[in-house]
């Protein structure tokens, strides 16, 4: 099923009175995360449904959730940054062989 970008949602919601929040998402990269925090944490997270366009639904903590603003990096930081990445991937490439 082919859905636009703009219709692939992630939706969590909770409330004051329970401890685990609710995450519908179409997501790949986040139901994959989530699907392996099913598999390692059983206890604590779990799939509640998937839904045939390809969505899942999941129950977890909700201490799990955060807003997380990140860091505000000046264009010199963001460079030797940017460096600093190049500089690994060339060494782990060297590493690997390749």
Do not use: F, H
């Amino acid at each position: 099923m082919n859905i636009p970008k703009e219709e692939r949602e992630t939706i969590i919601t909770y409330n004051e009175a329970e401890a685990v929040a609710s995450v519908y998402t179409m997501n790949g990269a986040l139901i994959r995360k989530l699907e392996g925090l099913v598999e390692s944490r059983p206890g604590e997270a779990r799939r509640v449904k998937t839904y045939p366009d390809g969505a899942q639904e999941y129950e977890v903590p909700k201490k799990w959730v955060k807003v997380n603003a990140g860091a505000v990096l000046t264009p010199e930081e963001r460079e030797r940054r940017r460096e600093r990445g190049r500089a690994n991937r060339l060494a782990q490439l060297a590493n690997n062989g390749g």
